[in-house]
């Protein structure tokens, strides 16, 4: 389990790595580089000491972890009988994912590369089992024995090459091959990832689909940069209507995208036809922008998952002329 | 480690063809109290590989519960029979020892109830 911090670079040790680390396709962008850990070091190496501590003394980190959680274990869509069911949490890390389990009364069982992140596990006395072990190389479990498998910021790791003997793709296919077994028949995995770049995504979704699984990404509050959440739904067995994909969060009002686009359209034509067109004129007249822009431009915020104030008969009124 | 997850992994060295179960090498085994609740027992009594449970078990020093499967019917009404399996299955911890794979003798050791699943590269 893992997460991407703008910050956390000053206080990294040093690792000299030797390796080349080669990513599967080429990174997005230099400045994004330093918040993503799997350019940094493999998993086991970039997730010592010092960096499983963090798991335990920040209240951010725990935080949106046990968000991202919750949201996995309500895409799951477990049948709501009461019943506890098994589940994996694939990359467990600190066992927060798993706490979120726990909670809601189900058994699990945590797959994790990184001793020291097992290790700040056990301190947190955590409920359900720890393994040792690494998801590139296959899940060594029984076949249809699983009811659900959650991951939290895991997958993505997969994509790098860490060691000489590694190759991404042979290393997804173990991965999702055997998840597929180990599955039972109708039951879910969801997989929340950051991948990279579009490249890496259809990589491993393509990987997914290659291993039998039915399903899609969901994607959370797409218009917005941070609060973005992908997460890859998963269905075991032939396609169904238990199989077809949620929608995902904040995607409402997609009619008034539309309109935007359309009025963009008009002006285009015209840059192009008349260059000594003078500059764009501003729709600003002596009213101001007007309430309809106002509340076009709060829907937006909305959409990007932001708090807006709600829309009441003082929105965008006009002030008195002594203001 | 449960014997619940016990049940589940095989082990998934490259050309072992018969990974399941897994012998058990017991140094310590600790018991941990958890609240019992039939409703999951009932869920995970089938998919329960009783032969590979019991023996198990009994390696962890419980005896207490029988060799055969039992009929699917006494987890409806043997609450005796219930509290057994809950406790063998939830309750005992294996906290070191060993994992020994069945078909190559590779062993997974156990360190303070975490087995080390960790391939080498020749065995993936």
């Known amino acids: 389990m893992i997460l991407y911090l703008t910050l956390q670079n000053s206080s990294r040790p040093s690792h000299t790595l030797k390796l080349p680390r080669v990513a599967v396709a080429p990174a997005a962008g230099v400045d994004r580089m330093s918040s993503r850990p799997e350019l940094q070091a493999p998993p086991e190496i970039f997730y010592d000491d010092v960096e499983a501590r963090k798991y335990t003394s920040s209240s951010r980190i725990a935080e949106i972890q046990t ?22 949490d694939i990359g467990c890390g600190s066992g927060l994912s798993g706490e979120t389990i726990t909670e ?15 290790n700040v596990a056990l301190q947190n006395e955590v409920e359900g089992d720890l393994l040792l072990g690494d998801m590139g190389q296959g899940l060594g479990l029984r076949p249809g024995v699983i ?18 003997s590694h190759e991404p793709r042979l290393r997804l296919k173990a991965f999702f091959g055997s998840l597929y077994r180990c599955l039972a028949r109708g039951a879910r995995a969801v997989l929340q990832v950051y991948p990279e770049n579009l490249a890496q995504r259809e990589l491993i979704l393509s990987y997914a689909m290659r291993s039998g699984f039915a399903g899609g990404v969901v994607v959370d509050y797409p218009h917005s940069t941070k ?29 008034c995208s539309d309109d935007e686009s359309s009025g963009d359209e008009e002006n285009q034509t015209v840059c192009i036809s008349d260059r000594h067109r003078p500059r764009k004129k ?14 076009r431009k709060k829907d937006q915020m909305r959409r990007k998952g932001n708090v807006v104030p709600p829309d009441t008969k003082y929105t965008a009124r006009k002030r008195k002329a002594r203001f | 480690m449960r014997l619940l997850t016990h049940n589940m992994l095989s082990s998934n060295i490259k050309g072992v063809t018969k990974g399941f179960p897994l012998k058990i090498e017991v140094e310590k085994v600790v018991e941990k109290q958890v609240e019992i609740n039939h409703d999951f027992l009932r869920n995970i009594f089938p998919k329960v590989d009783w032969k590979a449970f019991s023996d198990a078990a009994r390696t962890m020093g419980y005896v207490e519960l029988p060799e055969q499967a039992p009929d699917p019917s006494v987890l409806e009404s043997d609450l005796d029979f219930l509290t057994k399996f809950h406790h063998a299955l939830l309750e005992l911890h294996l906290e070191e020892g060993a994992l020994v794979c069945p078909e190559t003798g590779r062993k997974f050791p156990v360190n ?12 993936v």
Do not use: F
């Open chain 1, 67 to 88: 968000k991202l959680s919750e949201r996995a274990l309500e895409l799951l869509a477990l049948p709501d009988d009461g019943v506890p069911r098994l589940l994996l």
């Open chain 1, 104 to 118: 809601n009364g189900h058994q699990w069982i945590g797959l994790d590369i990184s001793e020291s992140m097992l």
């Open chain 1, 147 to 164: 009811d659900g498998a959650i991951s939290i910021s895991a997958v993505q790791w997969l994509c790098n090459a860490d060691k000489s």
């Open chain 1, 227 to 255: 609060k973005r959440k992908e997460y890859l739904v998963l269905t075991c067995g032939p396609p169904s209507l238990s199989s077809a994909v949620p929608s995902g969060k904040g995607k409402e009002g997609e009619s």
């Open chain 1, 282 to 295: 501003q729709k600003v007249n002596k009213k101001g922008k007007g309430r309809e822009w106002v509340l």
């Open chain 2, 112 to 123: 303070k109830g975490i087995p080390n699943m960790l391939l080498h590269e020749d065995e």
